[in-house]
Nanobody
Framework: QVQLVESGGGLVQAGGSLRLSCAAS????????MAWFRQAPGLEREFVAA????????GYADSVKGRFTISRDNAKNTVSLQMSSLEPEDTAAYYC?????????????????WGQGTQVTVSS
C-alpha cells in the first residue's frame, strides 16, 4: 500500500520559514517525479514545485520562485520543501505527490499518488 505522509506544517508569521517533509512508503521515490501542490479554501489545487528522479532538475511556480526549495533524499525515501519569506498568500494545505511519468509537469492529473496534506498558515 502506497502512502505519502506530509509533516512540518503549522502557524508562522509573515517573513518566517517552515520546512515540510514527505515520507513515502510502499513505493521507491527514486522511480518517481515528486512534487508539492497546495490548495487554499475555495480554490483549485495548484502546483508549487517539482523535482525529477535524481534531484538534478527542479521547477517552481512563479509565486514561490526564489523563496521555496524542493529537495529529495532517495536513500531515506523522503522529499522536502523548504519555505522562506512566507507570505499570508502562502496559506494553504500542502500536498506531496508522486508521478510515474518523468514528464508529469504541473498538471495535478498526471500525479498518481497523493498525501493527505499538511496545513500551513501564515499570519500577517
Amino acid at each position: 500500500q502506497v502512502q505519502l505522509v506530509e509533516s512540518g506544517g503549522g502557524l508562522v508569521q509573515a517573513g518566517g520559514s517552515l520546512r515540510l517533509s514527505c515520507a513515502a512508503s510502499g513505493l521507491t521515490i527514486s522511480s518517481y517525479r515528486m512534487a508539492w501542490f497546495r490548495q487554499a479554501p475555495g480554490l483549485e489545487r495548484e502546483f508549487v514545485a517539482a523535482i525529477n528522479w535524481s534531484g538534478g532538475s527542479t521547477g517552481y511556480a512563479d509565486s514561490v520562485k526564489g523563496r521555496f526549495t524542493i529537495s529529495r533524499d532517495n536513500a531515506k525515501n523522503t522529499v522536502s520543501l523548504q519555505m522562506s519569506s512566507l507570505e499570508p498568500e502562502d496559506t494553504a494545505a500542502y500536498y506531496c505527490a508522486a508521478s510515474r511519468s518523468y514528464s508529469a509537469g504541473r498538471d495535478v492529473r498526471n500525479y498518481d499518488y497523493w498525501g493527505q496534506g499538511t496545513q500551513v498558515t501564515v499570519s500577517s
